[in-house]
């Protein structure tokens, strides 16, 4: 069975930073390209920062320069190592592939704020 948990979420003040893991089970995760996605309240789920499988990245606009996206595939994990945090990157971030393709797990909240 499939199956994605994010954690490491949190509340942190502007300018902070904090990192999210992924782990993903029931899939050969070494041969997956994966993606970080965040929805805000009243929003649409977005892309945030893509992997694939031998580690290229890329990033939205929104977080390039802020956001690191790593792998682990020893261990079946995706990092989102997140540095000047602003209140607008307030959502539930979620993983997946980037194609959206498994079933979607709980998320985790992260929430800037003073």
């Known amino acids: 069975q499939v199956q994605l948990v994010e954690s490491g979420g949190g509340l942190v003040q502007p300018g902070g930073s904090l990192r999210l893991s992924c782990a993903a089970s029931?899939?050969?995760?070494?041969?997956?390209?994966m993606r970080w996605y965040r929805q805000a309240p009243g929003k649409e789920r977005e892309a945030v920062a893509y992997?694939?499988?031998?580690?290229?990245?890329s990033y939205a606009d929104f977080v390039k320069g802020r956001f690191t996206v790593s792998r682990d595939n020893a261990k079946n994990t995706m990092y989102l190592q997140m540095n000047s945090l602003q209140p607008e990157d307030t959502a539930v971030y979620y993983c997946?592939?980037?194609?959206?393709?498994?079933?979607w797990g709980q998320g985790t909240q992260v929430t800037v704020s003073s």
């Open positions: 997946n592939t980037f194609t959206a393709g498994l079933p």
């Open positions: 992997i694939g499988r031998s580690g290229s990245t």
């Open positions: 029931g899939l050969f995760f070494s041969t997956a390209a």
